[in-house]
């Protein structure tokens, strides 16, 4: 594949019709899905073995490549579950981290290098354990020997990962929906809409829940991010909001799944910037900055974490909360996900 074709593919992946360049990929997508059915097909059938861990898993994952908002979902679940009393866990792969097949248990002060950003920011947001590892069912076996307190297990991604058995799937989307509608390589799908058929729940993030297209209907809840002002890359009690922030020089960064929706969430308040997308879980050097020349520089909290030890100019961070909205008919998400862990079928 064309170095070009590569670095755009993202882009061509997530238009509402299939790009005329992609045609030629399509012979690989319906290989990819007849490969994708087989595998599945092989772990219901036992073939290829799964296992159950002694505490209940709940994945929060993708039906897409690149991000489209689980760290924010996964921190929301793992507050509203201490609210309810359960003592959770959470297990991640550590993309982009250098841990290779080893399993970590991740700490506020671990490096994102090695055990990757989001892992690093759940860690240090959410309060409760956090182990990576390629093999979740290591992961998950790991956290609860050295946790065994926790009675409920958040898997960050995994959808895919049939290894381990999961009482609950909450499935995130953005506002790129399922793109072209084509599974890898001529789509960003790793698995047909129909999959959505098993899981729990969707949850769309940034928009009015809906349902995907020639996909089944199964609970939709909307999720927002809501920030509340910025604090500085290495203070966190240092505050600032966004009238503090006009009238400067403003160069934002995200190397986040969809950077548009961070320099979105900044032009609703209000603020002029020079937008810096890059790559999602990229590893930041000195040099990315050149273009700061003494600007503010403004990023996400997955940015942070990887900046933190650079020598930067002024540098704010947006952190962000979730909000799940009920669903139509008056349900919360928390209500469906405290029946599964009760034992109880929803009404």
């Known amino acids: 594949m064309a170095g ?24 690989l997508s319906w290989l990819f899905r007849l490969l ?7 772990y219901r059938c036992g073939w290829l073995p799964s296992f159950r861990l002694p505490a209940a898993v709940i994945v929060v994952g993708n039906l897409t490549v690149g991000g489209s908002g689980k760290t924010p979902l996964v921190l929301w679940l793992a507050a509203r579950l201490q609210e309810s009393g359960w003592r959770p866990g959470i297990i991640s ?23 990757g950003d989001e892992p690093l920011l759940l860690a240090r947001r959410s309060g409760v354990p956090v182990v990576v590892g390629r093999n979740r069912v290591a992961a998950g076996k790991a956290l609860l020997q050295v946790h ?14 049939y290894r381990l058995k999961r009482l609950a799937e909450l499935v995130v989307f953005d506002g790129r929906r399922v793109g072209n509608g084509q599974l890898l390589p001529a789509g960003p799908l790793r ?18 829940a809906a349902e995907v297209e020639a996909g089944p209907v199964v609970p939709g809840f909307s999720m927002h991010l809501v920030a509340d002002g910025f604090h500085a890359l290495n203070d966190r009690a240092r505050k600032c909001s966004a009238d503090d922030l006009r009238g400067k020089t403003l160069h934002a960064i995200a190397g986040i799944g969809d950077p548009a929706r961070f320099f979105a969430q ?7 910037f020079e937008a810096h997308p890059f790559p999602d879980h990229h590893a930041y ?27 930067l100019p002024e540098a704010w961070v947006l952190p962000v909360e979730a909000r799940v909205d009920e669903a139509p008919d008056g349900r919360a998400l928390m209500d469906l996900i405290l029946e599964k862990l009760n034992g109880c079928a929803p009404a």
């Open 191 to 208: 698995e047909p809409v129909s999959r959505l058929a098993a899981v729990t729940a969707l949850v769309w993030n940034g928009g009015v």
């Open 4 to 27: 070009g074709l590569r670095a755009s593919l993202p882009r061509l992946w997530y238009r509402r019709r299939l790009a005329p360049v992609l045609w030629p990929l399509l012979p």
């Open 148 to 161: 065994p307190e926790c009675d409920v297990l958040i898997s960050d991604d995994g959808l895919q990962h």
């Open 93 to 115: 792969r550590g993309y982009g981290g250098k841990a290779g097949d080893d399993v970590l248990e991740v700490t506020s002060d671990s490096s994102a290098e090695l055990v």
């Open 266 to 272: 900044l032009t609703a308040q209000g603020l002029e």
């Open 285 to 311: 050097r000195q040099e990315d900055f050149a273009f700061a020349n003494g600007a503010v520089l403004l990023m996400t909290e997955k940015d942070a974490v990887k900046c933190a030890g650079l020598a």
């Open 36 to 42: 994708v059915a087989l595998r599945r097909r092989l």
